[in-house]
């Protein structure tokens, strides 16, 4: 399936709610390392309403800022 953070074809499922339930999946990009979960708000697990500067589509892996930036933590 696509990663929702780099868009390629390259994600997978990897864990489901243990009960059967389907209450939730997790997914991981084997290309970019990102893991989310399926119940996570828009923001974070929808490709056009996640912040455009930590997408990482057409970007060159190799090249990245190290540590790379990640997103502000949720103010409540
Ligand atoms: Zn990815």
């Given at each position: ?11 997978n ?6 009960d ?30 996640r ?17 790379c ?8």
């Open positions: 399936m696509m990663c929702v953070r780099c868009c390629e074809d390259t994600a499922q990897v864990a489901e709610a243990p059967g339930s389907h209450a939730w999946v997790v997914y991981y990009c084997t290309r970019c390392n990102f893991s989310w979960r399926n119940t996570e708000e828009p923001e974070v697990i929808d490709p056009a309403k912040d455009p500067y930590f997408q990482l589509k057409g970007v060159d892996l190799t090249n990245l800022m190290h540590p930036p990640i997103p502000p933590l949720k103010q409540e």
